[in-house]
């Protein structure tokens, strides 16, 4: 299973693995959503895009669940399906190869209806145990959410 979650006190992470940087956040983003809801419910019937950018890959994590979170919660969405694609760019103003994350993203999903189970509400994607590394085969983060 590429995703696993785990409890912490009065919280609630996840640990996500994959063979790629994008496979991570698009991990995380089904993961994140199977602690709000059943993932097998929702369909792919709204698209959203953003693009977001940050000075590492674990603080981009962090800003793109929260992202998430934020439609969710604005659009009484959920969201199943995540296509992520990320560059390094050159940080503006910065020392020489200094660089920045910028990450284009597409989410799938749909209204919050009557045919779905809710399970979790998550306050808030947070700093607290986070880690993002490269792997022999790829790549692991883990992400705690505040609950």
């Known amino acids: 299973m590429p995703f696993k979650i785990f409890e912490h006190t009065a919280d609630v992470g996840i640990i996500v693995e994959a063979k790629s940087r994008e496979g991570i956040y698009e991990e995380a983003g089904r993961a994140m959503f199977s602690i709000i809801g059943e993932l097998s419910k929702i369909e792919e019937k709204d698209k959203y895009e953003f693009e977001i950018e940050s000075d590492s890959y674990d603080a981009l994590l962090v ?10 919660e604005t659009n009484n969405s959920l969201f199943s399906k995540f296509k992520v694609r990320i560059k390094e760019i050159k940080k503006e103003g910065g020392k020489e190869g200094e ?49």
């Open 63 to 72: 800003d793109f669940l929260s992202e998430l979170l934020f439609l969710h």
């Open 99 to 147: 660089k920045k994350v910028h990450l284009s993203a597409s989410v799938w999903g749909e209204k919050i209806s009557k045919k779905h189970t809710l399970k979790t509400a998550i306050k808030a994607v947070t700093y607290h145990m986070l880690s993002f590394e490269k792997k022999h085969k790829g790549y692991i983060a883990k992400v705690l959410f505040d609950i």
